[in-house]
């Protein structure tokens, strides 16, 4: 079988890793991933965009890719569509009308429960087979035979989690994967390095980057060792210093406490509060927030980033109301995303 991937998403490749542990030996992926799965049509570094400016800056090159995933598509058997609905969406409605009897699947849904909630309708109209990794999420959706919750694939892929309390001697840091992230934080996370003091200050880089990227744009970095195994630093952490993204939720589900903080364009932080209707941004506080529960962890952003404001919630957080919480959201999500879909994949 020939399956036609677009996965552009640093997160959507971890997921799509595990998923191709369960897919057989002769499924071929065709399209747009980690090169590490493969051979894809492109780099996926090239890709990565942070915002809607860095969007508009790469419009051509998006709209000359989605015709070369449509016409590639005549090869292949199915679709799997992952997260990134900026482009996935479009690229899922013109594979619809070229080929209206291919089989379109979308896993890691837009987060239409957040914003733009119109776009249930396209995901509902374009699409064969909807995998959603949330519980509450099927709600939105009128058509309950596309629509299946599959489990999150975090579970899948977190093989340790802390079951009671532990003290340890290090301090976690992890400023994002895009350059716009990593320069926004690391500022304020080597004040905080300095500062805290008798402590092993340990800095998350992705193994794609290399010595050239990490002094353009992480700079002095002599204070931290770097590791790029995170779910391990993450068990062994005593606290967390997490830019927004998935990384938080990984910190939530295992157990160690941190505060989540953000700094983006201002044209972008603007939009972004304009169109979203959520009391947070993290998603551990946001499916906490939808199942009635309190949230895990405190959220900075823009100005408020300082040193001040994430050395006290570093000092005042009580770890014991984060640790019980964090076991509530893992029986919540539950597990089996990756085998699930697979089979879905191969049905």
């Not at 364009?265 to 927030?289: E, M, S």
Request: aromatic share 12%; charged share 30%; proline share 3%.
């Amino acid at each position: 079988m020939k399956l036609l991937v677009c996965a552009m998403e640093a997160s959507s490749n971890i997921h799509l890793k595990e998923l191709k542990k369960h897919l057989n030996d002769n499924v071929e992926l065709k399209g747009v991933f980690d090169n590490s799965l493969g051979n894809p049509l492109y780099d996926l570094t090239s890709l990565a965009i942070m915002g809607f400016t860095d969007a508009i800056k790469k419009l051509r090159f998006f709209f000359r890719l989605r015709d070369e995933l449509v016409e590639l598509a005549n090869d292949c058997d199915k679709v799997l569509l992952m997260d990134s609905s900026g482009f996935n969406l479009p690229l899922a409605k013109k594979l619809k009308e070229r080929y209206p009897n291919k089989e379109i699947i979308y896993y890691i849904l837009p987060q239409a429960w957040a914003w733009k909630k119109k776009r249930v309708e396209k995901l509902e109209k374009y699409c064969t087979k909807l995998c959603s990794i949330i519980p509450f999420e099927s709600q939105m959706y009128t058509d309950k035979e596309k629509i299946t919750y599959v489990g999150h694939p975090l579970l899948d892929e977190i093989h340790e989690f802390k079951e009671e309390l532990t003290q340890s001697n290090k301090i976690i840091y992890m400023p994002g994967s895009r350059k716009t992230e990593i320069v926004n934080h690391m500022n304020v996370y080597r004040e905080l390095a300095s500062k805290i003091e008798n402590k092993e200050h340990i800095l998350i880089i992705p193994k794609k980057f290399d010595e050239e990227f990490i002094k353009k744009y992480y700079g002095d970095i002599s204070l931290f060792k770097v590791s790029n195994d995170s779910h391990k630093e993450l068990k062994e952490a005593e606290f967390g210093f997490i830019c927004s993204g998935t990384a938080t939720l990984e910190a939530a589900l295992i157990g160690t406490p941190f505060v989540m903080s953000y700094v983006a364009k201002k044209v972008d932080y603007f939009l972004g509060r304009l169109f979203v209707k959520l009391p947070y941004i993290g998603l551990a506080n946001i499916f906490l927030y939808k199942s009635d529960k309190e949230a895990i962890h405190k959220e900075f952003f823009q100005e408020d980033v300082t040193f001040e404001n994430l050395y006290s919630e570093y000092k005042n957080i009580n770890k014991n109301d984060f640790l019980e919480t964090s076991k509530v959201l893992r029986e919540y999500l539950k597990h089996g995303s990756s085998k699930n879909v697979a089979d879905i994949i191969q049905s």
